[in-house]
Nanobody
Framework: QVQLVESGGGLVQAGGSLRLSCLAS????????MGWFRQAPGKDREFVAT????????RYTDSVKGRFTISRDNAKNTGYLQMNSLKLEDTAVYYC?????????????????WGQGTQVTVSS
């Protein structure tokens, strides 16, 4: 069993930065892929980024490429999402997710554990 707790969300002006963290409990975190997803009001949850168990196989959705960076520190059981050059359209609740498998994939159904989410609001 893995429990995930996100932190680092908040209110930021457009063009600013935030760093989200995802602290995991449970030994299986370090052997599984981790992903970040987001859900804006009135929209479906969408994939943002994923990273394989060893820090490789990183993938991003096109809208955040070059602005967001996903990383993980297995020794600390923590994943990160560094978000730079934030835009109004990045406003959403951000969720981290962990999978039992080590493969980094975009499909949310692949992930076994989810955090409660953290709100990111970008203002003009």
């Amino acid at each position: 069993q893995v429990q995930l707790v996100e932190s680092g969300g908040g209110l930021v002006q457009a063009g600013g930065s935030l760093r989200l963290s995802c602290l995991a409990s449970g030994r299986t975190f370090s052997t599984g892929a981790m992903g970040w997803f987001r859900q804006a009001p009135g929209k479906d949850r969408e994939f943002v980024a994923t990273i394989g168990w060893d820090g490789g196989s990183i993938r991003y959705t096109d809208s955040v490429k070059g602005r967001f960076t996903i990383s993980r520190d297995n020794a600390k059981n923590t994943g990160y999402l560094q978000m730079n050059s934030l835009k109004l359209e990045d406003t959403a609740v951000y969720y981290c997710a962990a999978a039992k498998s080590g493969w980094a994939v975009r499909d949310s159904s692949f992930y076994d554990y989810w955090g409660q989410g953290t709100q990111v609001t970008v203002s003009s």
